[in-house]
T-cell receptor, first 113, second 111 residues
């Protein structure tokens, strides 16, 4: 695996609670991405970052926020978790924005009850 | 209608068979075409990519692109149980620099 770790790997939380997922890379890649993966929908982009403090929205950004204060860390926050945010969340990195090759982390399985 | 359509399967074939996985797409701006493999409880990993119409071969794997029909395929020859995974097609439009994924096809190779 590329040097990408995600924490936590599993989490169960209650509706309405805030949740933060962390992605950490050791590859010094400029671009970082957060995806969610759901049956019937595949991988959908939530937010991405093209540098420290530079972020932008993806296809399914409502209810999510992100922050990147260091090259190696990209945080995804669910301000008030809902059951529709139960999913598997993947972080990915790439050297450039137009790179067809993204390296994915191992994923975080989040359940909102 | 989704930009990328992929039959979710599941698809089960006996060991040694030739496997054909396919995706169709509607956005003519897609320029690069990728296949990612995802083992259970793991993140996707890039398997192959192609740029132009035609075939690209890598060992037992062949990726095929037909831009005129907006159709891509992945062929696996001499399939092995270790090929059992979900295969995701993906495409990139350099205009917006976003990868668009298919939903994935779950493949099982039966020993």
């Amino acid at each position: 695996d590329a040097g990408i770790t995600q924490s936590p790997r599993h989490k169960v939380t209650e509706t309405g609670t805030p949740v933060t997922l962390r992605c950490h890379q050791t590859e010094n890649h400029r671009y970082m991405y957060w995806y969610r993966q759901d049956p019937g929908h595949g991988l959908r982009l939530i937010h991405y970052s093209y540098g420290v403090k530079d972020t932008d929205k993806g296809e399914v950004s409502d209810g999510y926020s992100v922050s990147r204060s260091k090259t190696e860390d990209f945080l995804l926050t669910l301000e008030s978790a809902t059951s529709s945010q139960t999913s598997v969340y993947f972080c990915a990195i790439s050297e450039s924005g137009s790179s067809y090759e993204q390296y994915f982390g191992p994923g975080t399985r989040l359940t909102v009850t | 209608q989704k930009e990328v359509e992929q039959d979710p399967g599941p698809l089960s074939v006996p060991e040694g068979a030739i496997v054909s996985l396919n995706c169709t797409y509607s956005n003519s701006a897609f320029q690069y075409f990728m296949w990612y493999r995802q083992y259970s409880r793991k993140g996707p990993e890039l398997l192959m990519y192609t740029y132009s119409s035609g075939n690209k071969e890598d060992g037992r794997f062949t990726a095929q692109v037909d831009k005129s029909s907006k159709y891509i395929s992945l062929f696996i020859r001499d399939s092995q149980p270790s090929d059992s995974a979900t295969y995701l097609c993906a495409m990139i439009d350099f205009g917006n620099e976003k990868l668009t994924f298919g939903t994935g096809t779950r493949l099982t190779i039966i020993p």
